[in-house]
C-alpha cells in the first residue's frame, strides 16, 4: 500500500473490512494499521457495523427478489411512465374522420388543416380533465343562469352563441365557463347525466370558417368529436363510449348551427 495516495489507501482499507482482499493485500493493510492507530480504530467500528447488518439483514441475502421489484420489470415500467407523459405532454390524439353516421351534415372539406383541429382537441381534453372532476367550482355560471350564461359568452367570444339542450340525450346542464385558449377566448359548457357522468363542449371562435365533417380523438381515457363551422369550431370531450358521445355531438352541433 503507497501511503502518498490516501484515497487509494481508504480505498483498501474499507476493502479490508468487508472481507474482500486477498491474504497478500491482507498483510499489507495489517502493517499499515499497526502504524496507524485512528484507522485501525476506524475499520474496527466498520467491522463492527458490518457484523450488525449482517445480523439484522444476513437472511434476506438468500431470500428470491420479489417480481415486482424484478430490474426488467422496473425498467419496463419506468419506460411506460416515460411514454405515457411523452404522449400525454405532445398531446398526441388519434383524428379520424367520423364516419358514414355524420356524413350528411359534411357537406364542406374535412378540415384542411388537420393540425388545427388536433391543437383543438388537445385544449378541449385538457380543459375537461381539469374542470370536470370538480366538486364545488365546475363552472362559473351555474346551469340556472342560463340566459345569463348565452349572453356572456357571445359576448366574449363575439359570436351569438346557443346553450344547446341535450336533456335528449339524458343529459343535464351544469354551467359553463370562460377559458384562455390559444388564439382567444373559448367557452367550456358542461352537462352531466344521471350517473355524474360529466361532458363538456369547448367552443373557439373561428374567422371565415367552413364547415366540416366530425373529426374523432382519442386520448385515454377521453373520447372527443371536433367539427367546425363558419363562425365557431367545436369539440365534444367525455369518457363515454363513443356511439354515446357522437349521438350527444350531433345534437349539439344541430342546435348550434
Known amino acids: 500500500m503507497s501511503r502518498d495516495r490516501p484515497e487509494t489507501i481508504e480505498a483498501d482499507l474499507h476493502a479490508y473490512a468487508d472481507g474482500r482482499l486477498d491474504a497478500q493485500a491482507c498483510a499489507a493493510v495489517e502493517t499499515y494499521l499497526a502504524d496507524n492507530p485512528a484507522a485501525a480504530e476506524a475499520v474496527a467500528a466498520w467491522q463492527k457495523q458490518n457484523d450488525r447488518l449482517r445480523a439484522l439483514y444476513g437472511p434476506a441475502v438468500d431470500e428470491p427478489v420479489p417480481p415486482r421489484l424484478a430490474v426488467h420489470r422496473i425498467g419496463r415500467q419506468s419506460r411506460n ?28 372539406t374535412l378540415a384542411p388543416d388537420a393540425s388545427t383541429e388536433t391543437a383543438l382537441a ?17 363552472v362559473e355560471v351555474r346551469a340556472g343562469e342560463k340566459d345569463h350564461l348565452r349572453t356572456w359568452l357571445s359576448r366574449r367570444l363575439a359570436r ?15 354551467g359553463g365557463r370562460l377559458l384562455p385558449a390559444a388564439n ?3 367557452a367550456q359548457v358542461m352537462y352531466e347525466d344521471e350517473a355524474g357522468r360529466r361532458v363538456t363542449l369547448y367552443i373557439v371562435p373561428v374567422q371565415d ?6 373529426r374523432h380523438a382519442a386520448l385515454d381515457p377521453f373520447e372527443a368529436f371536433v367539427w367546425s363551422g363558419e363562425t365557431i369550431a367545436c369539440a365534444l370531450v367525455g369518457d363515454l363510449p363513443r356511439d354515446r358521445l357522437l349521438e350527444i355531438a350531433t345534437l349539439a352541433y344541430r342546435q348550434l348551427e
Open 81 to 108: 411512465d416515460i411514454t405515457r407523459r411523452s404522449r400525454m405532454a405532445a398531446a398526441a390524439i388519434l383524428l379520424l374522420a367520423a364516419g358514414a353516421a355524420v356524413g350528411w351534415y359534411g357537406r364542406g
Open 122 to 138: 388537445a385544449e378541449a381534453m385538457t380543459a375537461h380533465r381539469l374542470y370536470s372532476s370538480e366538486v364545488v367550482h365546475p
Open 160 to 174: 351569438p352563441l346557443a346553450i344547446p339542450d341535450l336533456a335528449a340525450d339524458g343529459l343535464t346542464l351544469v
Open 184 to 186: 382567444g377566448p373559448a
Open 209 to 214: 370558417g367552413r364547415e366540416t365533417s366530425f
